[in-house]
């Protein structure tokens, strides 16, 4: 069964950079499947922020370049960079497995992590 | 960027209605279109995928179809346990969005 588990402050201040890692287990992520982090402000709906397999990233254009998402495969673990935050950066962060091209949808989720921007 | 847009954004029924939502995509997807469930407080869960096939462990009771750009979310028998919110989400084109949720709510 492949679970997913993301882990980081649930604070941070604005202007800050916000940092969330998701460990995988029941399923090696260097073995394929790329591996998305996907948000939801307080009563709104699903926003992608990207995906990332090995080397290769795909990012959402509206994030303006404040993105990084990286993998670590001797950990199993991949991970989100989000700079500059704000208060329209408050949102639940999930993790989530992504089957790019085809089909394109994310079966495999994480519990989210709460992340509130504020001084 | 392709804009998702469900209707109706809320809708009422009782159990054992048949219930359908749509999806219509601002521009053509193919089938690049999937629904999840989202209970209050809790995880999207992936239902239907490439517009028709049930995921793995899914009711028989939930059914999708369509491409291009109209497609539909039906529940052949609502149960207790449906009422929920309900997202569609295109994997066509970079950024891959979402709509902004059907909530079904019991009447």
């Known amino acids: 069964q492949v679970q997913l588990q993301e882990s980081g402050p649930g604070l941070v201040k604005p202007s800050e950079t916000l940092s969330l890692t998701c460990g995988v287990s029941?399923?090696?992520?260097?073995?394929?499947?790329?591996w998305a982090w996907i948000r939801q402000p307080p009563g709104k709906g699903l926003e992608w922020i990207g995906s990332?397999?090995?080397?290769?990233?795909q990012y959402n254009p509206s994030l303006k370049g404040r993105v990084t998402l990286s993998m670590d495969t001797s950990t199993n673990q991949f991970s989100l960079k989000l700079t500059t935050v704000s208060a329209a950066d408050t949102a639940v962060y999930y993790c989530?497995?992504?089957?790019?091209?085809?089909?394109?949808?994310?079966?495999?989720w994480g519990q989210g992590a709460l992340v509130t921007v504020s001084s | 960027d392709i804009q998702m847009t469900q209707s109706p954004s809320s809708l009422s029924a009782s159990v054992g209605d048949r219930v359908t939502i749509t999806c219509r995509a601002s521009q053509s997807i193919g089938t690049y279109l999937h629904w999840y469930q989202q209970k209050a407080g809790k995880v999207p869960k992936l239902l239907i995928y490439s517009a028709s096939t049930l995921q793995s462990g899914v009711p028989s009771r939930f059914s999708g179809r369509g491409s291009g750009t109209d497609f539909t979310l039906t529940i052949s028998s609502l149960q207790p346990e449906d009422f929920a919110t309900y997202h569609c989400h295109q994997s066509y084109n970079i950024p891959y969005t979402f709509g902004q949720g059907t909530k079904l709510e019991i009447k």
């Open positions: 029941g399923y090696s992520i260097g073995s394929g499947y790329y």
């Open positions: 989530a497995r992504h089957a790019s091209g085809w089909p394109g949808s994310n079966d495999y």
């Open positions: 990332v397999f090995h080397g290769t990233t």
